[in-house]
């Protein structure tokens, strides 16, 4: 068990807002990289940035023909790895893709992408979670407001905030087919929430997150100060977000299926400890704990 906690949560009876610690650019605006001096700014100020143009249009086809044969060799399967919809039993994501798939473990090496995250981090990096997330044509359902950093500082015990997401699209992303929203701005407070942690919560919470989530006034507060914003990233490009960026998407009731591989690049130095939350750890495939070793660009 750990002595403090910097960012307590599902400890209090009431909600609290508390104050970001950590520098959101954690090595300042200048290391270098692939990023202006304008990009880190516009990241450190709303906690998220589009770049364009990082993957060529033969790479995403070829992560398109993975994705599919993946989600092909896994469907129908009881492979805990594999999460379902709550309702139609499509899948949802599929976790720890980085591992079961070559052309998925190159993604996450890639060094178009590392580049970006290193010069943000200032660190050497290991994936912390790999997933794919599929939003299926009608059927797709929501993903309710949440930083990532809640769950994977209680649950997982990832001590600092010092990790960032890349949202990278396989698909159309469109304004009606469930795109990704963020809170401009949400990365530098901490929404402490309230409720106990259950047991197992991960079987639960990668279907309906429900533990872990904002409560209504200090969304409402958050939106307030930043608003929402819904990039629309066009296969290509990818999204970087900061791990405390408040993030949700709604369901997808049109024709057109969403799909995005989600790669979370934690610093070498904030691997994970013991959950501050006093719980069992989540399993290896939703949080890596036993397999931390520093990626290296030169291999993927």
Known sequence: MHNTDPYPSRQADRPAILERREPVLHGGAAVSGPLSATDLRRFEHDGFLVVDNVLNPHEIDVLRQELEQTCQSLRGKDDPVVISEP?????????????????????????????????????DVYIHQSRINLKPAFKGKDFYWHSDFETWHVEDGMPAMRA??????????????????????????????????????????????????????SLRTLVELGGIEAPLVQPGSVLL????????????????????????????????????????????????????????????
């Open 87 to 123: 309702g139609s039993g499509d899948i949802r994501s599929v976790f720890m893709v980085h591992q079961i798939n070559q052309t998925f473990a190159g993604l996450a090496a890639h060094p178009r992408i590392m580049s970006l995250v290193q010069q943000i981090l200032d660190d």
């Open 164 to 217: 960032v997401s890349c949202s990278i699209p396989l698909t159309v992303n469109t304004a009606h087919n469930g795109p990704l929203m963020l809170v401009p701005g949400s990365h530098r407070h901490f929404v402490a929430c309230v409720g106990d942690t259950p047991d197992d919560n991960y079987k639960q919470s990668l279907r309906v997150q429900e533990t872990g989530t904002p409560d209504d006034d």
């Open 241 to 300: 977000f900061d791990c405390n960026t408040m993030h949700g998407s709604s369901s997808n009731i049109t024709p057109f299926a969403r799909s995005n591989a989600f790669m979370v690049y934690n610093a070498l130095s904030n691997k994970v400890t013991e959950p501050y939350g006093g719980k069992r750890p989540r399993p290896e495939f939703v949080a890596s704990r036993e397999t931390i070793a520093p990626l290296d660009a030169r291999n993927g």
